[in-house]
């Protein structure tokens, strides 16, 4: 009897333990035209995808240049009229920040050129000789607009086209990050569309949440990671030239989808891939983008001089496929 009872004892005290090893809750969803992944702990039962959707919704409204009816969309087509909303305000304010930092190689008045090129939501011209390109140059540079005291955008010229596409989908995960704390939610991991934001610790396994740098010659339907990394309060974007890229039908040349905003020019430099951690989703967002354009070398410095960010570029020597890491980023991988 007496060994039944204790039995019994541990018996309860083990389920008791598997009771109170919290487990994360998962919320899934489409958002800017790929899926998200929400893994997050509440003692609640809550349901996150109407209030994740909202947020989303909002973004496309004010950025987003694959809805007509948004407020970039109708400035993009001349409308001078619009009164943007603070969403585009702090979208362009971030842009203006990279823009300034990365010399003008991160610069969102190159819609004109993806457009041209064909990674935008028009048909891609058929023909870019260095006349085309020419003319195409000048309705491009981040100086060359503004927002005015009542609001509006300013554009040097009509023609001036805007894509925050490089730094919009990680401005939309902080601001889903952003709704999660409002709701009390401490502990969670956003993927959208490859980017991170991760926020104090996966509890179940009482680490930081680790997540992967992917490898490069990784196929969709087989992603493959090259290194992990954890991630305690910060984001992670990357950017690559490896995937997407377009072969012109007539000369047959490939054209990658990094733009030189300085020259116009659509060719991939060495580096490879950017993987950047930072604060925001926005800024690792658009750190990446300026990696691709910048290089290797000028990526050094650019990383060189920004405090709270970290990097991990592959880039290409020669025939060789080679890493580059930042001090910071060497240091939390090994803490992995």
Request: aromatic fraction near 6%; hydrophobic fraction near 25%; avoid cysteine.
């Given at each position: 009897m007496t060994r039944v009872f204790y039995f019994l004892i541990f018996l309860m005290v083990s389920v008791a333990c598997v009771e109170k090893t919290p487990q994360p809750k998962v919320q899934q969803g489409n958002a800017f035209g790929t899926t998200y992944t929400i893994q997050f702990y509440s003692e609640r039962n809550v349901?996150?995808?109407r209030g994740v959707d909202s947020v989303i919704n909002q973004i496309n409204q004010s950025v987003s240049t694959y809805m007509p009816t948004s407020d970039i969309s109708k400035i993009n087509k001349?409308?001078?009229?619009i009164v943007v909303d603070d969403i585009f305000k702090e979208v362009y304010v971030i842009s203006e920040k990279v823009y300034k930092e990365s010399s003008g190689y991160f610069d969102p008045t190159i819609g004109v050129l993806r457009n041209a090129y064909g990674f935008g939501d028009v048909k891609p011209l058929e023909r870019i000789d260095s006349?085309?390109?020419d003319s195409l140059m000048r309705y491009v540079?981040?100086?060359?607009?503004?927002?005015?005291?009542e609001g509006t955008v300013k554009k040097e010229h009509p023609e001036i086209y805007f894509d925050f596409n490089a730094v919009a989908k990680g401005y939309g995960i902080d601001r889903i990050g952003a709704y999660l704390e409002a709701e009390g939610i401490e502990n969670f991991l956003i993927e959208l569309g490859g980017e991170l934001l991760a926020k104090g610790q996966n509890i179940a396994k009482n680490k930081p949440w680790v997540v992967g740098i992917e490898a490069v010659d990784s196929a969709?339907?087989?992603?493959?990671?090259?290194?992990?990394?954890?991630?305690?309060?910060?984001a992670m974007a990357s950017s690559g030239n490896?995937?997407?890229f377009r072969i012109d039908s007539i000369t047959g040349k490939r054209f990658v989808h990094t733009i030189n905003p300085l020259t116009?020019?659509?060719?991939k430099s060495d580096v490879t891939s950017a993987t950047i951690l930072a604060p925001t989703c926005a800024l690792a967002d658009a750190y990446a983008t300026a990696c691709m354009a910048l290089g290797l070398e000028?990526?050094?410095v650019l990383l060189a001089s920004l405090p709270n960010v970290e990097a991990y570029l592959t880039y290409q020597d020669g025939e060789q496929s080679r890493v580059y890491q930042t001090p910071g980023m060497a240091a939390i991988m090994k803490t992995n």
């Open positions: 349901d996150m995808s001349g409308d001078s009229t006349p085309v390109l540079g981040f100086q060359k607009v503004s927002i005015t005291s969709l339907d087989n992603r493959n990671y090259e290194a992990t990394v954890p991630l305690v309060d910060r490896y995937r997407k116009g020019s659509a060719e000028k990526s050094k």
